[in-house]
T-cell receptor
Framework: QKEVEQNSGPLSVPEGAIASLNCTYS??????FFWYRQYSGKSPELIMS????GDKEDGRFTAQLNKASQYVSLLIRDSQPSDSATYLC?????????????FGAGTQVVVTP | GAGVSQSPRYKVAKRGQDVALRCDPI?????LFWYQQALGQGPEFLTY????????KSGLPSDRFFAERPEGSVSTLKIQRTQQEDSAVYLC??????????FGPGTRLTVL
């Protein structure tokens, strides 16, 4: 079992709709969680970080964290074709003082006009 | 430069050759990470530096992989006697004291 799990997709979303991405993790002591976007052939870029239970909003993006259930999600509102990319969930592990990042395999999102 | 840079961007090696991949982190960033990303997968951790100290190399797949950061800035990932399974994108990321990692464009290694 991988330490960070994501549905691989592709997740097909009509333009203007909400895309909902989920991520589960196994390290119960993890404290820091991140969503990265990766366009094909490009490197990951940070969208959001979240550290506390609840919701965190940034523009069209909302991250949701539930540590008790060990999942973190990302909502993309008013999806645009430019949102078509792979979204990577990353979790900073609790085992080391500096914290190793574990990445999920990513969920591919395709926004259709 | 403003971001993390990596060179070369593409590298083709014959099986058995040695390769060296370079990473220039953002100026002043203490932490530097190397990841390996296979097609369709997320980045897999290889190694971590804090300044010149290599604090974690648990992700290096074999003793053919070696990384260094002698002066605490530029880092080099060296792969000796390359094998076909080494073909992947090698990503470098740097961060300051925060958790945010900034990735370079990556080096795509193809071993024939």
């Amino acid at each position: 079992q991988k330490e960070v799990e994501q549905n691989s997709g592709p997740l097909s979303v009509p333009e203007g709709a909400i895309a909902s991405l989920n991520c589960t993790y196994s390290d119960r002591g993890s404290q820091s969680f991140f969503w990265y976007r990766q366009y094909s052939g490009k490197s990951p870029e940070l969208i959001m970080s979240i550290y506390s239970n609840g919701d965190k909003e940034d523009g069209r993006f909302t991250a949701q964290l539930n540590k008790a259930s060990q999942y973190v999600s990302l909502l993309i509102r008013d999806s645009q074709p430019s949102d078509s990319a792979t979204y990577l969930c990353a979790v900073k592990s609790s085992g080391d003082s500096w914290g190793k990042f574990q990445f999920g395999a990513g969920t591919q999102v395709v926004v259709t006009p | 430069g403003a971001g993390v840079s990596q060179s070369p961007r593409y590298k083709v090696a014959k099986r058995g050759q040695d390769v060296a991949l370079r990473c220039d982190p953002i100026s002043g960033h203490v932490s530097l990470f190397w990841y390996q990303q296979a097609l369709g997968q997320g980045p897999e951790f290889l190694t971590y530096f804090q300044n010149e100290a290599q604090l974690d190399k648990s992700g290096l797949p074999s003793d053919r992989f070696f990384a260094e950061r002698p002066e605490g800035s530029v880092s080099t990932l060296k792969i000796q006697r390359t094998q076909q399974e080494d073909s992947a994108v090698y990503l470098c990321a740097s961060s300051s004291l925060s958790d945010t990692q900034y990735f370079g464009p990556g080096t795509r290694l193809t071993v024939l």
